[in-house]
């Protein structure tokens, strides 16, 4: 690792380079170990982002209109090698478009190139997560650790629904309604599946952490600010669900 940081010129493992608003993406800080895995890899890359304050009603040649003023930010995307094989790309929030997350995360996994064989990394599937919370046979199995708000299916013809259900109600899976639906559409339908949920993991006796496993085959999003703690209990719950028959 450490004669590829230096023909890659990165920081040394140990040091950190604060760039406050690079003009182009810049690794920070590469390092071995991260809490409880002592023999992963972590890097840091940070950029310049945007954001678009409310807009001000201004008169220009006699014309109003609204101007919005744009102010940077900084963003820094992690990128963590597991021991375990499991190659996880932390971004960022977007706020302004055009939004790539898997571009960007194409664009973070390539600054390992020379140390990892990029193009032999395979994406992580997470239909089997998005099925397993939706499965109503599954419910009071799931139920357990998350609750199910929001799911989206479909089929191979084309066919699509969405089903929701509020919070104060406990979610799809208490409704009579939404469960009878989400079983008219696949029950006896091989070609059916789940492509989108929307759960929340409870966080303790009290913290609920919302989630949305979106329509890309390997895309989590997470409630922001959420600390070391709660951000690793999330992921590794919902990996579990994923890996489980």
């Known amino acids: 690792v ?22 182009n993406p810049i690794v920070t800080e590469v390092r071995i170990g991260d809490g409880d895995d002592p023999d992963a890899f972590v890097m840091k890359v940070a950029r310049t982002e945007h954001r678009r ?20 930010f900084r963003a820094v ?23 790539s997350y898997s571009g960007t995360a194409n664009s973070v996994l390539s600054q390992v190139d020379g140390l990892v064989e990029v193009t032999s990394i395979q994406e992580l599937s997470l239909s ?3 099925n397993s919370f939706s499965d109503l046979q599954k419910k009071q199995e799931v139920s357990e650790n998350f609750e199910l708000y929001e799911t989206q299916h479909k089929n191979d013809r084309g066919d699509r629904i969405q089903s929701s259900s509020q919070v104060e109600q406990g979610g799809i899976l208490t409704s009579e ?8 559409f696949t029950v006896n339908d091989p070609e059916a599946y789940c492509e989108k ?11 609920k952490i919302n ?7 390997n895309e989590i999003i997470f409630t922001a600010g959420l600390s070391r703690e ?13 890996s489980e028959e």
């Open 2 to 23: 450490k004669a590829w940081i230096d023909g890659k010129k990165y920081p040394q493992m140990g040091d950190y380079v604060f760039a406050a608003y690079p003009t």
């Open 53 to 72: 304050k409310r807009g001000i009603l201004t008169e220009v040649d006699g014309q109003e209109v609204y101007l919005a003023p744009r102010v940077p």
């Open 77 to 99: 995307d992690v990128l963590k090698i597991h021991t375990n094989g499991l190659v996880e790309v932390r971004l960022n929030p977007r706020t302004e478009p055009p939004i």
């Open 128 to 130: 089997g997560a998005k």
């Open 177 to 184: 309604v939404m469960t009878e639906v989400i079983k008219q």
């Open 197 to 207: 949920v929307r759960v929340s993991y409870q966080f303790g006796e009290v913290k």
């Open 211 to 217: 989630a949305i496993l979106s329509e890309d085959v």
């Open 230 to 242: 709660e951000y690793d209990e999330v992921l590794g719950a919902i990996i579990k669900v994923n």
